[in-house]
C-alpha cells in the first residue's frame, strides 16, 4: 500500500515541524485493555515510515510503563522523531490506583528527571503540564518549566487542559509551542474561549482523542462491550441511556464516510485536520492505536477533503452528545472557563 508523504506543520512560533497527524501511545500499555508488545512495536515503526513524527506519551501513563515501552524506539530513531511526555498527576505511594495533581517546582524537578531516565534520553523534545493544579500559580509551574528549558532538560513546552487566561498567563512567562486537549466531532468546548487564544499567541493545538476513545469509529457503542480495566467503562458518554443517544449521532458520520469509500475513524480524523484552516492554526491531532493497520488509515485521512455540506452535516453533532467527557470536569478546560 503506498500513501502520499504526510504533510508537515510547526509546533509554536519556533517549535519543530512534525506531521499533521502524531501517535498516541498510551493505549499501549495503558488504560485500553490488554495489548500486544510485539504489535504495538510494529506499529511505531510503521508510523514513522508514514510520516508520523510526534510520538505522545505521559509519566502516568503505566505509572511509567509508556515510557519505559517507548525507549528502544526513541534509541533506534532519535533524530527522525519528537517526543513528547507529561507530568502532573503523581502516583501516592500508598493508593497505586489514584492520581494527585501536582504543579509544585519540586515535583517537577523530580519528574522531568524519572522523565528522562525512563525514556533514556537527553533531553524532552516538547515537556506538558498535563494537569492544571489551581492552588499554584501557573506562572510558578511554567517558570520551572523554562528553568528545564535553559538547563537543556527540555526543548519546548506545552500545556493540556488549560483554559484561556491560563494559557497567556503562561505564554507571558515562556512560549508555549502547543497546547493540549480533547477535540472531537463530539468534543468542540475549546472552540469557544481557548482556540481563539491559541490563534492570537501562535500556538498549536493537538486534539486528543480525536475518535472520540474509539466511539466515533463505531468499534463499540457502550461501554459493556469494553474489557474488564478499559478505563472508558467508567466514563459517562459510554453508559447507559448516554450510550445508546450518542450511538445515535454517528448517522451523518456514516453518511459522509460512505460518499467518500471511507471509515467512520477518517472522516472523523479529516474533520479535525480541517480545524486547522477552519480556525487558522496549527492542528496535529494524536489519535491512538496499537495496530499498523489502523495507522495506515487514520494517516490517510489527512488527505481527505470534506465539502462545506458535508461539514454542515457534522456540525450539530457536539451539541448533542449526551454525557460529560468526565464524570469530573473541573480538571479539563471547559470546567473551569
Known amino acids: 500500500m503506498t500513501h502520499a508523504p504526510l504533510p508537515t506543520a510547526r509546533l509554536g512560533a519556533h517549535g519543530p515541524e512534525v506531521g499533521v497527524q502524531g501517535l498516541g501511545c498510551m493505549g499501549m500499555s495503558f488504560g485500553y485493555g490488554p495489548s500486544d508488545a510485539q504489535e504495538s512495536r510494529a506499529t511505531l515503526e510503521r508510523a514513522l515510515e508514514l510520516g508520523v513524527t510526534l510520538y505522545d506519551t505521559a509519566d502516568a501513563y503505566g505509572a511509567g510503563d509508556n515510557e519505559r515501552f517507548l525507549a528502544p524506539f526513541l534509541a533506534a ?4 522523531l519528537v517526543i513528547a511526555t507529561k507530568f502532573a498527576l503523581s502516583i501516592p505511594p500508598d493508593r497505586p490506583t489514584e492520581r494527585v495533581i501536582r504543579n509544585d517546582p519540586p515535583y517537577i524537578r523530580q519528574a522531568v528527571e524519572a522523565s528522562l531516565k525512563r525514556l533514556e534520553v ?7 503540564m498535563h494537569r492544571r493544579d489551581v492552588n499554584v500559580p501557573i506562572e510558578e509551574t511554567v517558570g520551572v518549566m523554562a528553568e528545564l528549558v535553559r538547563e537543556g532538560k527540555v526543548k519546548h513546552l506545552g500545556l493540556s487542559e488549560v483554559t484561556a487566561g491560563e494559557l497567556r498567563a503562561a505564554h507571558a512567562v515562556h512560549p508555549i509551542a502547543a497546547v493540549q486537549s480533547e477535540w472531537s466531532l463530539f468534543s468542540r468546548d475549546i472552540e469557544a474561549k481557548v482556540v481563539p487564544a491559541a490563534v492570537e ?23 459493556e462491550e469494553l474489557t474488564e480495566g478499559d478505563f472508558r467503562r467508567q466514563q459517562p458518554r459510554f453508559t447507559g441511556e448516554n450510550a445508546a443517544a450518542n450511538a445515535a449521532l454517528l448517522e451523518p458520520v456514516r453518511a459522509v464516510a460512505a460518499a467518500h469509500g471511507a471509515s467512520l475513524a477518517q472522516i472523523a480524523l479529516a474533520w479535525v485536520q480541517q480545524r486547522a484552516e477552519a480556525h487558522g492554526l496549527p492542528v496535529i491531532p ?3 492505536t496499537r495496530k499498523p493497520g489502523r495507522v495506515e488509515e487514520n494517516v490517510t485521512a489527512a488527505t481527505i477533503r470534506l465539502t462545506e455540506e458535508e461539514l454542515g452535516l457534522l456540525d450539530p453533532i457536539a451539541e448533542q452528545v ?3 467527557r468526565y464524570a469530573d470536569m473541573t480538571f479539563t478546560s471547559a470546567g473551569r472557563e
Do not use: K, M
Open 77 to 80: 530513531h532519535r533524530d527522525e
Open 286 to 288: 494524536i489519535p491512538g
Open 201 to 223: 499567541l501562535g500556538v498549536a493545538l493537538v486534539p486528543y482523542s480525536p475518535l472520540g476513545r474509539g466511539f466515533l469509529t463505531g468499534s463499540f457503542a457502550r461501554a
Open 122 to 128: 537527553d533531553v524532552i523534545d516538547l515537556y506538558y
Open 322 to 324: 449526551a454525557g460529560g
